[in-house]
Every structure is written in structure tokens, then in C-alpha cells.
């Protein structure tokens, strides 16, 4: 079997995700709610907007699915919160950032704008936010209703970010 087949044959068996707002479409059927909670997904690619969130979530199993009212809870494993940032080397270039931080902790308020908070000291607003995080341990919080707030803790990771006043795009990858 060649690494491309290999590839397609892993990607085919991923557990995928698909979130509108508070609709949950999952391979077994679609659920709503208005709070979602992930953890340690393999990655996770989210857009926001004022109107809409819309979010691809992708697993290499399928993960503990556990709905109660308006919250659905997807995990695979549990993920362990550390409450300070212990290392940070985080670099601001103009509308830019790059760096480092463990742990990193990324803030989505909605205000006139969304807002992004990145450990509690770097801001950046737009009118969308595209998120994309890739084999990181993390945990997801979002609301997406009455308003959209999001938290989102990443045990160990790499950052990258470009901002402008229309679109902020960020990227979290392994550390190492």
C-alpha cells in the first residue's frame, strides 16, 4: 500500500462532525443545542461570524457523545485544566502574532464585532474568526445562543494568527 493510500484509508475511517449554529451533524444522526463542549478532538477547523458559527470536528474514533438539555459533550478522554499560563513566548508583528504558550488560552466574545482574547492580554477584533487546530490536546467551549462566546484551552501548542478588520485567521499546532 503507498503512504498516499494509507492516507486516504485512515481519512476515510475519521469520525467527522459537522456543527450550524446548534445544529450537531453527526454520522449517526443530527442533534441540537446551543452549548457544545469538546474535548481532545484529532482537529478542529471553526468559523465565526455575528450570524453563524459553523464548525468541522474530527476524531480518530468515534468519541463519548453525551447530551443533556442544551449541552452536548464529546470527548474521548478526559483533559486535565492548568489555570495559569506557565510558559508563553508569543511575538507581535503589526496585525500579527506567532509563538509559543503553555498553556494557550483563546477568548471569542461577541460584542458589536467579535472579539479575540488570547491569554488574557492579546486582543484582536474582526467580523469573522477562522480557527484551525490540529493535533493539540484541547477543549472547545462554545455557546452559540442567546450570544456566541467561546473558550478554547490548548494544553500545549504553537500559534499563528493573521488579523485584519474584516477576518483574524489562527492556527494552533503541536509544539514540538
Known sequence: ???????????????????????????????????????????ASLS?????LSA?????????????QDLVYIYMDKLS??????EEKIKIYGKSLVGYSKPLILRIREEYDLL??????YFFRANKIELDVKDV???????????KIAWIYIADGKVSLKSSDEKI???IIKSN
Do not use: C, W
Open 1 to 43: 500500500m503507498t503512504k498516499s493510500n494509507i492516507i486516504r484509508e485512515i481519512e476515510s475511517n475519521l469520525y467527522r462532525i459537522e456543527v450550524i449554529n446548534d445544529k450537531i451533524i453527526l454520522p449517526s444522526g443530527e442533534q441540537h443545542a446551543n452549548h457544545i463542549y469538546v474535548v481532545k478532538p484529532l482537529r
Open 48 to 52: 465565526f461570524t455575528i450570524d453563524k
Open 137 to 147: 490536546e484541547s477543549i472547545l467551549n462554545i455557546l452559540v445562543y442567546p450570544l
Open 116 to 121: 479575540l482574547t488570547i491569554n488574557d492580554k
Open 169 to 171: 485567521e489562527v492556527n
Open 56 to 68: 468541522e470536528i474530527e476524531y480518530f474514533d468515534k468519541p463519548n457523545i453525551f447530551n443533556e
Open 81 to 86: 485544566i492548568k489555570k495559569r499560563v506557565e
